[in-house]
């Protein structure tokens, strides 16, 4: 038996980043909030973080849930924040044209900034830029991320890896501003940490089905392009079999059965079972139960997966 691959775990003084990801509605979110739970509980200084305009960590957690960070009721040492796109895309935009304009662009150059900064890509790169701040805080321990579905989550992370390619207005100057340097070595040293195993973990969330598992796949394949490694994935709402006596449920589970196989071919990192509770994960006691149900069977002991 190998050492334990401590797949979720901080690493002395650099904090863990852990990333959800995912088809939608598989139950990143669910899943998410469990494990900045459970970390959180271990005693880990814990950001949850949600990414995905669409989610539900405040029906979750039956709390507001804003884009400044908040505490948890009822949980230690764990604070929960969304990026919310618009609204950082606007922070951006603001803070980009102030910089211009200090840089004394002429009124031509300003014109042509605008119409960039309202091309598509702003949201994404402004989210990015907000993402980066908080990977770059020392408060935190781990930061857990709700990840919007597997395309907005892949193009959020390959930003960085496309830097050159992303918002920059040309001048006639072609020298860099300190500001511009600056820049991209805080995107260089994000880079450096999402391909870093000991930094960074990539989880998904996957249903045992056919679509689920060839899109997380295709993602796990793509992260690879860029030197990101997927550490872990998690087969949720498995059937309990004590349950399964039906002829219906009998089939769901042997389905079930056969999709795992496949999942056991297709991706490499370790793969644990999330079983279908009989509630919605939703209140602090959901939470607890189902961090039980994931984290504490015998080949998960304290979040360390075994390797054979």
């Given at each position: 038996?190998?050492?334990?691959?401590?797949?979720?775990?901080?690493?002395?003084?650099?904090?863990?980043?852990?990333f959800?990801?995912?088809?939608?509605g598989?139950?990143?979110?669910s899943?998410s909030?469990?494990?900045?739970?459970?970390?959180a509980?271990?005693?880990y200084?814990?950001?949850?973080?949600?990414?995905?305009?669409?989610s539900?960590?405040?029906?979750?957690?039956e709390?507001?849930?804003?884009?400044?960070?908040?505490k948890v009721?009822?949980v230690?040492?764990?604070?929960?924040?969304?990026?919310?796109?618009?609204?950082?895309?606007?922070?951006?935009?603001?803070?980009?044209l102030?910089?211009?304009?200090?840089?004394?662009?002429?009124?031509e150059m300003?014109?042509?900034?605008?119409?960039e900064?309202?091309?598509?890509?702003?949201?994404?790169?402004a989210?990015?830029?907000?993402?980066?701040?908080?990977?770059e805080a020392?408060?935190?321990?781990?930061?857990?991320f709700?990840?919007a579905p597997?395309?907005?989550t892949l193009?959020?992370?390959?930003?960085p890896?496309?830097?050159?390619?992303?918002?920059?207005?040309?001048t006639?100057?072609?020298?860099?501003?300190?500001?511009?340097?600056?820049?991209?070595?805080?995107?260089?040293?994000?880079?450096?940490?999402?391909?870093?195993?000991?930094q960074t973990?990539?989880?998904f969330?996957?249903?045992?089905?056919?679509?689920?598992?060839?899109?997380?796949?295709?993602a796990v394949?793509?992260?690879?392009?860029v030197?990101?490694?997927?550490?872990?994935?998690?087969?949720?709402?498995?059937?309990?079999?004590?349950?399964?006596?039906?002829p219906y449920?009998k089939?769901?589970?042997?389905?079930?059965d056969?999709q795992?196989?496949?999942m056991?071919?297709?991706?490499?990192?370790?793969?644990?079972?999330?079983p279908?509770?009989?509630?919605?994960?939703?209140?602090?006691?959901?939470l607890?139960?189902?961090?039980?149900?994931?984290?504490?069977?015998k080949?998960?002991k304290?979040?360390?997966?075994?390797?054979?």
């Open positions: 038996m190998k050492e334990a691959a401590k797949v979720l775990l901080p690493q002395e003084k650099e904090p863990r980043l852990i959800f990801a995912g088809k939608g598989v139950g990143k979110t899943l909030s469990v494990t900045a739970v459970y970390l509980r271990e005693d200084k814990t950001l949850l973080l949600t990414t995905d305009p669409a539900h960590l405040e029906d979750v957690f709390q507001e849930v804003k884009g400044e960070v908040t009721d009822g230690d040492n764990l604070d929960i924040v969304k990026i919310d796109p618009k609204e950082v895309a606007e922070e951006y935009k603001e803070n980009v102030a910089d211009a304009q200090e840089k004394n662009y002429s009124e300003l014109m042509g900034l605008k119409e900064l309202d091309s598509p890509c702003t949201e994404e790169m989210s990015f830029n907000k993402f980066i701040d908080y990977t020392d408060e935190y321990e781990v930061i857990v709700d990840t597997t395309g907005h193009r959020l992370l390959e930003l890896m496309n830097w050159e390619q992303q918002l920059e207005f040309k006639s100057i072609n020298t860099n501003t300190q500001a511009d340097l600056e820049s991209q070595k805080r995107f260089k040293r994000v880079i450096d940490k999402l391909q870093d195993k000991e973990t990539f989880a969330v996957v249903y045992p089905e056919t679509t689920p598992i060839l899109e997380a796949h295709r394949e793509e992260l690879e392009t030197d990101v490694e997927t550490q872990l994935v998690i087969a949720n709402q498995i059937l309990p079999k004590e349950y399964c006596t039906t449920f089939k769901r589970s042997k389905m079930q056969e795992l196989e496949v056991e071919e297709k991706f490499s990192a370790p793969i644990i079972k999330m279908l509770l009989a509630e919605e994960i939703q209140g602090l006691e959901t607890l139960e189902a961090g039980k149900e994931l984290y504490t069977a080949k998960t304290l979040l360390n997966i075994e390797e054979e």
